[in-house]
């Protein structure tokens, strides 16, 4: 396990799991410049570890946990700060209850973790983390520049809740099905 650290995807991973705080912290105190900067690297560094970890055939246990982490931290982060901060443009309650209620269910799948069952991403986990960091940098642009993007950030928040109930959806039922052939 240790070796995979350096796996170049990992540290992909781990440079975006890293650069989250600082990133929030950019956002938080309204340096957009810096803060849209660090989230794109995010955003960015998410589509090669994954690419990076296929191509060169680098997929490991480690990868399949820290890159997920990694997303979540990331985003959450944002999202968080983005509705509880003093912003003009902000998430909407519907997206956030949505990544809250997804987040929630793969809290109440870790006993099926720890007897060794690791839920298989579906596409529409990734269309939505996808959604969710196209719907930060539209809101980062419309509380940096002022002006709302109003009907495709809409259009990608819609989006994005369909897919996160989606896959959270997914999710379940791969868990229950998982869960009958244990018992």
């Known amino acids: 396990m240790s070796r995979e650290l350096f796996f170049p995807p990992n540290i992909l991973s781990l440079g975006r799991l890293f650069i989250s705080f600082p990133a929030a912290y950019c956002l938080a105190t309204h340096n957009f410049p810096c803060a849209g900067l660090l989230y ?61 209620l997804k987040e929630f269910t793969v809290l109440l ?18 269309i939505s983390t996808a959604l969710l960091f196209a719907d930060g940098v539209l809101l980062l642009y419309a509380n940096w520049r002022g002006n709302d993007i109003h009907l495709l950030r809409e259009f990608v928040e819609s989006l994005a809740v369909v897919s996160l109930l989606t896959a959270t959806v997914l999710y379940i039922a791969e868990g229950m099905s998982k869960m009958r052939g244990l018992s």
């Open 109 to 126: 799948g870790l006993p099926l973790i720890r007897r060794g069952f690791i839920p298989k991403p579906n596409i529409f986990g990734k």
């Open 40 to 100: 794109i690297l995010g955003a960015v560094s998410d589509f090669f570890d994954g690419f990076f970890a296929r191509r060169l055939g680098l997929e490991s246990k480690l990868g399949v946990i820290l890159d997920p982490l990694a997303d979540k931290v990331l985003i959450l982060s944002y999202i968080s700060v983005l509705y509880v901060g003093d912003f003009r443009f902000r998430p909407s309650e519907v997206l956030v209850g949505a990544v809250l």
